[in-house]
């Protein structure tokens, strides 16, 4: 699962498709439409790629939903699930040019969706100023995936009603690239939708720190990826030896090593002092 962010690194090259070492399954050929293109993507590996970081998103978040059952806050968890199964939709129904894939059109369901899970909340408990200000994180978080699209227009940059803060000109290099990206806009999108994934993992692992103890530290691996990516983008280290999808393979391999010997041996050495407990109280 923490490999689904770089899945298509593992499968693809950026020019020749497919690994030599990939058996062919005839997925890449069923994809393909008339035009060459896969489900509407110009290569299989960017299909690939974009696919797996919602799906590692979507599933970061519903992990959080999953265990955050005696929260109040739980209902709202919908709203980023929400987001992360509709681009996941409209990629494989080939709906990216619809518009169902407008901006205006996600942000007015998901503050529909919001307001019913609203008033059904306030049934239940009391309105306050705290839960207000949680319950708009989430809609925050459930605009990253397309709020590029808010901000930006394709060709043209950022909207004429956007404030110019100088951060488009700060994160652009001598190469005219920004972060490594041709376009502000480009960054922005793989940016957000890195950091989407990212904050659903670390929710659903700070919700277990606080609540399970002992199963917390495998969510580390998930988050520290997640972490890494958003990391990568930021500084521009696409084109670094340590970004390879060799190294963060056995990094992910070797975390999770170290991590599961951890938890064996803190259970060994709680087990033995529970024995020797006993065997002082008999």
Request: proline residues 3%; positive net charge; contains cysteine.
């Amino acid at each position: 699962m923490s490999s689904l962010p770089y899945f298509h690194e593992i499968l693809t090259t950026k020019s020749a498709g497919i690994k030599d070492w990939v058996p062919s399954l005839g997925i890449e050929s069923f994809l393909t439409g008339e035009d060459g293109k896969v489900l509407g993507f110009s290569t299989y590996r960017m299909f690939l790629y974009q696919f797996c970081i919602f799906l590692f998103a979507t599933i970061g978040w519903g992990i959080w939903w999953f265990v955050a059952k005696q929260k109040r806050y739980r209902n709202f968890l919908l709203l980023p699930i929400f987001i992360g199964i509709y681009q996941l939709t409209l990629m494989l129904l080939k709906l990216r040019d619809s518009f169902m894939n407008r901006w205006e059109l996600k942000l007015c369901i998901i503050l529909g969706v919001f307001l019913i899970l609203v008033l059904s909340t306030l049934r239940k408990y009391r309105f306050n100023s705290s839960k207000v200000l949680l319950w708009l994180l989430f809609i925050g978080f459930s605009i990253l995936p397309f709020f590029h699209d808010i901000i930006t227009d394709r060709g043209t940059g950022l909207k004429p009603w956007v404030p110019v803060l100088g951060i488009e000109e700060f994160m652009t290099f001598q190469n005219g690239k920004i972060a490594g990206f041709g376009t502000y806009r480009a960054f922005l999108y793989f940016l957000q939708i890195h950091l989407f994934a990212h904050l659903g993992w670390l929710g659903a692992f700070i919700y277990y720190a606080h609540h399970i103890r002992k199963p917390r530290f495998f969510l580390l691996v998930p988050v520290v990826i997640s972490l890494f990516s958003v990391v990568v983008i930021v500084l521009d280290w696409s084109e670094e030896g340590f970004n390879t999808p060799d190294v963060k393979f056995y990094t992910t391999v070797a975390l999770g090593l170290l991590i599961a010997l951890n938890f064996y041996f803190n259970n060994k050495r709680t087990y033995v002092k529970q024995l020797i407990n006993e065997n002082k109280s008999a």
